[in-house]
């Protein structure tokens, strides 16, 4: 995933009011700015300068190359003179891209001992910024405002974020993911409207028979298998048993076997993602463990037991956070310690945690599953490391979809945990434990996550204005109160059917 493919465009507006001289230093700042961008290691994307647009037509065939430019990920406005904003309409109307409006100044500080008239004409953006924000609140638009110097870092920094969640934006638009088998029976939230998701987030998710996937499974060339078997052996510390002349090495086989046949069904349907579920495994001799942390860890979507909008979430936060340290992985509030003063969730699942979150070299083990009926599956065993992360949830609430995220803070384990056979991650909710478990549930959480130990709040927030999603925060101000007020306003909000789906 590199970021620099892709292509934010800086449309700064203008009118011919004031003049060729005046047009022509307006283009050349927004050269500079875009440069400046474009130099920052701290902006992940490419800026792409755009002529500066004076008239309605300019700015409605601006807006319209945006929607169709495969690499236009969303675009900058930013009005360094006054330009009328009805001559904006047109194109706002027909803009299918995020918008960031940033509002900025090409000179820092006033110029005391100078300043003219004709400096006055050119920084007009305190004011001409302020014509095209109200055009866009009027016409009810979504979007970011960054509001400082363009040269200032919390500018940069909110660009960076902004320019980050649309990539995973971009990233869904057409995205295909499968779902191998259907949804765990009776389980509720991990269901929901897979037409209304294609029609508000832009992927699609069909379902194909595990035989579809045990039949590529069964193509896979023993050679092949060894390759991927001496790979594991070079990356983990595998067990004794695993190994080659080991009791269950052939186990070890039968991984890398799924391994291969699911990479080469994900790859040959141009898939960013997949579910599946242990009630359906027929023909497949193993859960897949080790072949899922593997694929999450290479870019792919994922969600257990059917969970299609967390697999979707997952691949839309790796795609955010390429290039960053740290990982993403799928996640589950799995058991709880309540210790008091020392209050702590424990996350894992029955196999599948990515090991993009591992705070060391992972072990590769084999353990019986305990539900599911199949042979003991392999996979990969670590701890995660400690500090600040997010964990995210994507749920239906039957007339709209939530993005509900909260703040957490990892912590190392208190102590070894030795007869545990899945990777784990240890954090505190934020507020705290009390109140960030009642806030979740009372919002609908859902106990599947993409827990993110490199994206933030503000990612997620801004993903949630591009994707139209209602977003719930809870963190540290979060007052249950307050919350559940927020949450019947939100309900209240979303009865206006312009606002729901
Ligand atoms: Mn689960």
Same mark, same amino acid.
């Given at each position: 995933?590199?970021?620099?493919?892709?292509?934010?465009?800086?449309?700064?507006?203008?009118?011919?009011?004031?003049?060729?001289?005046?047009?022509?230093?307006?283009?050349?700042?927004?050269?500079?700015?875009?440069?400046?961008?474009?130099?920052?290691?701290?902006?992940?994307?490419?800026?792409?300068?755009? %002529?500066?647009?004076?008239? %309605?037509?300019?700015?409605?065939?601006?807006?319209?190359?945006?929607?169709?430019? %495969?690499?236009?990920?969303?675009?900058?406005?930013?009005?360094?003179?006054?330009?009328?904003?009805?001559?904006?309409?047109?194109?706002?109307?027909?803009?299918?891209?995020?918008?960031?409006?940033?509002?900025?100044?090409?000179?820092?500080?006033?110029?005391?001992?100078?300043?003219?008239?004709?400096?006055?004409?050119?920084?007009?953006?305190?004011?001409?910024?302020?014509?095209?924000?109200?055009?866009?609140?009027?016409?009810?638009?979504?979007?970011?405002?960054?509001?400082?110097?363009?040269?200032?870092?919390?500018?940069?920094?909110?660009?960076?974020?902004?320019?980050?969640?649309?990539?995973?934006?971009?990233?869904?638009?057409?995205?295909?993911?499968?779902?191998?088998?259907?949804?765990?029976?009776?389980?509720?939230?991990?269901?929901?409207?897979?037409?209304?998701?294609?029609?508000?987030?832009?992927?699609?998710?069909?379902?194909?028979?595990?035989?579809?996937?045990?039949?590529?499974?069964?193509?896979?060339?023993?050679?092949?298998?060894?390759?991927?078997?001496?790979?594991?052996?070079?990356?983990?510390?595998?067990?004794?048993?695993?190994?080659?002349?080991?009791?269950?090495?052939?186990?070890?086989?039968?991984?890398?076997?799924?391994?291969?046949?699911?990479?080469?069904?994900?790859?040959?349907?141009?898939?960013?993602?997949?579910?599946?579920?242990?009630?359906?495994?027929?023909?497949?001799?193993?859960?897949?463990?080790?072949?899922?942390?593997?694929?999450?860890?290479?870019?792919?979507?994922?969600?257990?037991?059917?969970?299609?909008?967390?697999?979707?979430?997952?691949?839309?936060?790796?795609?955010?956070?390429?290039?960053?340290?740290?990982?993403?992985?799928?996640?589950?509030?799995?058991?709880?310690?309540?210790?008091?003063?020392?209050?702590?969730?424990?996350?894992?699942?029955?196999?599948?945690?990515?090991?993009?979150?591992?705070?060391?070299?992972?072990?590769?083990?084999?353990?019986?599953?305990?539900?599911?009926?199949?042979?003991?599956?392999?996979?990969?065993?670590?701890?995660?490391?400690?500090?600040?992360?997010?964990?995210?949830?994507?749920?239906?609430?039957?007339?709209?979809?939530?993005?509900?995220?909260?703040?957490?803070?990892?912590?190392? %384990?208190?102590?070894?945990?030795?007869?545990?056979?899945?990777?784990?991650?240890?954090?505190?909710?934020?507020?705290?434990?009390?109140?960030?478990?009642?806030?979740?549930?009372?919002?609908?959480?859902?106990?599947?996550?993409?827990?993110?130990?490199?994206?933030?709040?503000?990612?997620?927030?801004?993903?949630?204005?591009?994707?139209?999603?209602?977003?719930?925060?809870?963190?540290?101000?979060?007052?249950?109160?307050?919350?559940?007020?927020?949450?019947?306003?939100?309900?209240?909000?979303?009865?206006?059917?312009?606002?729901?789906?």
């Amino acid at each position: 995933m590199d970021l620099k493919k892709l292509e934010v465009w800086l449309i700064t507006g203008s009118q011919h009011l004031y003049g060729d001289e005046t047009l022509r230093q307006v283009a050349e700042h927004s050269g500079i700015i875009a440069d400046a961008f474009n130099h920052s290691t701290q902006i992940a994307i490419r800026i792409v300068c755009k %002529p500066t647009v004076k008239t %309605p037509d300019e700015i409605f065939r601006v807006c319209s190359d945006a929607n169709i430019s %495969p690499d236009c990920i969303g675009i900058i406005t930013w009005m360094h003179t006054f330009s009328p904003a009805k001559m904006w309409i047109r194109g706002l109307n027909v803009l299918h891209k995020p918008i960031l409006h940033l509002h900025t100044q090409f000179n820092r500080d006033i110029p005391w001992s100078d300043i003219d008239m004709d400096f006055m004409n050119l920084n007009q953006s305190a004011h001409g910024d302020r014509e095209f924000g109200h055009l866009l609140t009027r016409m009810r638009i979504d979007r970011k405002i960054v509001a400082g110097h363009w040269q200032d870092e919390k500018t940069l920094d909110q660009i960076n974020t902004w320019s980050r969640a649309a990539a995973g934006w971009h990233d869904w638009q057409g995205a295909r993911f499968v779902r191998f088998g259907d949804n765990m029976r009776q389980v509720a939230v991990t269901e929901g409207d897979k037409v209304e998701a294609e029609i508000q987030f832009g992927y699609s998710v069909n379902t194909h028979g595990i035989g579809d996937l045990v039949k590529v499974i069964g193509q896979v060339s023993e050679e092949s298998i060894d390759k991927l078997v001496s790979e594991y052996e070079e990356k983990y510390v595998v067990s004794d048993s695993l190994r080659k002349g080991g009791q269950r090495h052939d186990s070890l086989r039968e991984a890398a076997r799924i391994e291969r046949g699911l990479t080469a069904f994900l790859e040959e349907g141009n898939y960013k993602g997949f579910t599946d579920t242990f009630e359906d495994l027929h023909g497949l001799r193993q859960l897949p463990g080790i072949a899922t942390q593997r694929l999450m860890a290479a870019g792919f979507g994922f969600g257990a037991e059917g969970d299609w909008k967390t697999a979707a979430l997952v691949r839309a936060m790796k795609v955010m956070a390429a290039g960053l340290p740290g990982g993403n992985s799928f996640m589950e509030d799995y058991t709880y310690h309540f210790e008091p003063d020392n209050q702590l969730v424990l996350g894992a699942h029955m196999l599948e945690i990515c090991e993009s979150i591992a705070d060391s070299r992972p072990s590769c083990e084999i353990h019986p599953l305990g539900i599911g009926g199949k042979e003991d599956p392999v996979r990969l065993v670590f701890n995660s490391g400690e500090g600040p992360a997010i964990n995210a949830s994507l749920i239906d609430l039957g007339n709209r979809f939530r993005l509900l995220v909260n703040e957490v803070i990892a912590v190392a %384990p208190l102590r070894a945990l030795p007869k545990l056979p899945v990777a784990r991650v240890l954090w505190k909710p934020y507020p705290d434990m009390r109140a960030g478990c009642a806030a979740w549930i009372l919002a609908g959480g859902a106990h599947h996550t993409c827990y993110s130990q490199n994206l933030g709040a503000v990612h997620m927030q801004d993903f949630a204005e591009m994707a139209g999603l209602e977003f719930v925060l809870i963190g540290k101000n979060t007052d249950i109160y307050q919350l559940r007020n927020e949450l019947r306003w939100n309900d209240a909000y979303y009865s206006d059917e312009r606002k729901a789906r």
